[in-house]
């Protein structure tokens, strides 16, 4: 039995849940699922609906706000309830926050950030980037006890979730001995987004490779030259070059132009999980290797600072 | 405040990766090094940390001997000493692993915060940090952007996703994982680099009976989701030939 953590945020199925439901139907090729759903809810609800296996919803006051001492006990409780041979969950903030302590607790390996799965059943391996992307390692877990894997956001179609007929939803309950070392404070965003960038039809975001913080404005014709908005990867933001409301990726908005144009950008995960879904992309970049021209569409590999001065031209030129 | 600060040095970002001949590691004598770009984060806020509080930052890394290379640069940046579980093995060891190494050789400094940064740039398991408090047994954190301290309590601030953020407070002594870009990096001045000279690294041997969680079987270059269409020539034709398929066969303009 594979046994897939959903999680649910202000009573909200996230999304990405349905990812790690595909990546266990994957992993297991007809192998009986069991969902826990700590919070329960409408998400139980939901996944029950779906017939994807056999959803157990744990309800306690205590799992009303995130702590990741209570995420644990509770995820190890329903684990040494269930036996399952494997534990499959989304790789989102909430997991990289308890998943590690709960493999440690346990002493079960932890496959994080898994992008495949080869094989299936007992034998099945899993790949995961490494290298910032550039490499992809295919790793075994290793040791007794069930192995936990957490699947990239994206990696995994939640389109492609087999469904079955509708189930029951079971209540599973869950002991919390001990109050959580944290307090939370309710969840706040910083000063409102001012730029909404999930509406802009065309983007020009720069990345490292634009070196300095008065070369962005070769970036910044090009974008008047193609009626685009600026953004950026994060290393960009967090050096004040830009601001926080022009960062795309996992930290930052998610964008889905028709055109997205990389500047100097390498393509690090937690970027192209915030632009791949883009309907046309451009990269321009000095390495060839980059991982930025996995998801291009055109690529020109060169010198930046030669090539957008000339496109920006080319734009500007009388049709 | 007695605080630890975990680094790990990884190959430099710019580095092109060569593989050993049976593909499972890379192939450390071409590569070059630096110090993991959120530990370098994570040591600048524990040295904010000191100012403030005073106390001791003491830097702590698992690997072969390479590894006092970025010891001494964080020594250089301001740190007071150095442990080092000197382990070649610990070179590729997955994050649980790496953990427990640590945690033997920190256990019995009993420091008050332990920061690391929030994944590295080579391996990215993500999980060292975490794994690390729950083997010293003391709460944690994670991809922290701004830390208060005192009184015996750490009150952070903790990212989530999509540009969200929350204030979570806990007791110390408390692990923290740190995010690229929550402070400003200092770099080491020339005093600073003659005084990590005579600082002291206590190397430490790794604990009996370290398992790996993870092997490696294979390392690969990615495949392509996408046929991306190469186009080259000068700057300028290249660009008339981006500009032209933008126009025509991607309808992107």
């Known amino acids: 039995m594979i046994l897939v953590v959903a999680e649910v945020r202000g009573g909200t199925l996230n999304r990405a849940s349905w990812e790690a439901v595909a990546c266990a139907q994957q992993a297991g090729a007809g192998e009986p699922l069991a969902i826990v759903v700590p919070g329960g809810g409408d998400a139980a609800r939901l996944l029950a609906e779906a017939g994807v296996g056999d959803v157990l919803s744990v309800e306690h006051e205590a799992l009303a706000a995130y702590t990741p001492d209570v995420q644990v006990a509770v995820v190890a409780q329903v684990m040494a309830q269930t036996s399952p041979r494997l534990v499959v969950m989304a790789h989102t903030y909430q997991a990289r926050d308890y998943a590690p302590r709960l493999a440690a607790r346990l002493r079960v390996p932890l496959v994080a950030d898994v992008v495949g799965v080869k094989g299936s059943g007992a034998a099945a391996t899993f790949l ?192 | 405040m007695k605080i630890a600060v975990c680094i790990k040095q990884v190959p430099t970002r710019e580095w092109q990766p060569r593989l050993t001949d049976d593909r499972t590691w890379i192939r450390e004598a071409d590569a070059s090094f630096e110090m993991n770009e959120p530990d370098a984060y994570a040591l600048e806020e524990a040295l904010r940390l000191r100012e403030k509080h005073g106390g001791e930052v ?22 007071d000493r150095g442990v080092h579980v000197d382990a070649p093995a610990l070179a590729a060891a997955d994050g649980f692993t790496v953990a427990a190494a640590l945690a033997h050789a920190m256990r019995e400094e009993a420091f008050d915060l332990v920061l690391t940064g929030l994944q590295s740039d080579d391996q990215g398991h993500a999980q060292t940090g975490v794994a690390l408090a729950e083997l010293l047994g003391i709460p944690h954190s994670t991809i922290i952007m701004d830390v208060e301290a005192g009184d015996g309590r750490v009150r952070v601030k903790r990212e989530l996703e999509g540009g969200w953020f929350q204030w979570v407070s806990m007791p110390t002594p408390a692990l923290l994982t740190i995010q690229s870009g929550i402070n400003q990096l200092r770099y080491a001045t020339l005093k600073g680099i003659m005084a990590a000279k005579k600082k002291e690294i206590r190397s430490v041997a790794p604990p009996a009976g370290l398992e790996p969680g993870l092997k490696i079987l294979a390392l690969s270059l990615p495949s392509k989701s996408k046929q991306t269409a190469l186009i080259d020539g000068t700057p300028a034709a290249a660009a008339a030939e981006l500009v032209r398929r933008l126009r025509d066969e991607a309808r992107a303009l």
């Open chain 2, 58 to 79: 003491v830097v702590c890394s698992a690997g072969p001997a390479r590894v006092q290379q970025v010891m001494r640069e964080a020594l250089a940046r301001g740190a």
């Open chain 1, 128 to 319: 995961r980037p490494m290298f910032q992307g550039k490499l992809v390692a295919e790793v075994a877990p290793q040791g007794v006890g069930p192995a936990v894997v957490s699947c990239q956001i994206g990696a995994f179609r939640a389109d492609a979730v087999v469904k079955g007929a509708p189930a029951a939803v079971r209540a599973v309950t869950a002991t919390i001995d001990a109050a959580p070392a944290q307090t939370v404070e309710a969840p706040f965003q910083e000063a409102r987004q001012a730029v909404d960038l999930s509406q802009a039809e065309r983007i020009v975001a720069v990345g490292r490779g634009i070196k300095a913080q008065d070369q962005i404005a070769v970036a910044e014709r090009l974008a008047a030259a193609m009626g685009a908005e600026m953004a950026a990867s994060r290393p960009i933001c967090d050096n004040g070059w830009l601001p926080m409301d022009r960062q795309v990726g996992s930290s930052g908005q998610t964008v889905s132009p028709k055109l997205y144009v990389a500047l100097g950008i390498s393509g690090a995960i937690q970027h192209l999980v915030g632009m791949k879904g883009s309907r046309t992309i451009v990269a321009i970049n000095k390495d060839a290797d980059a991982p930025i021209f996995e998801v291009a569409d055109y690529g020109i590999v060169g010198d930046l600072f030669e090539i957008v001065p000339a496109l920006t031209a080319e734009l500007e030129k009388p049709r």
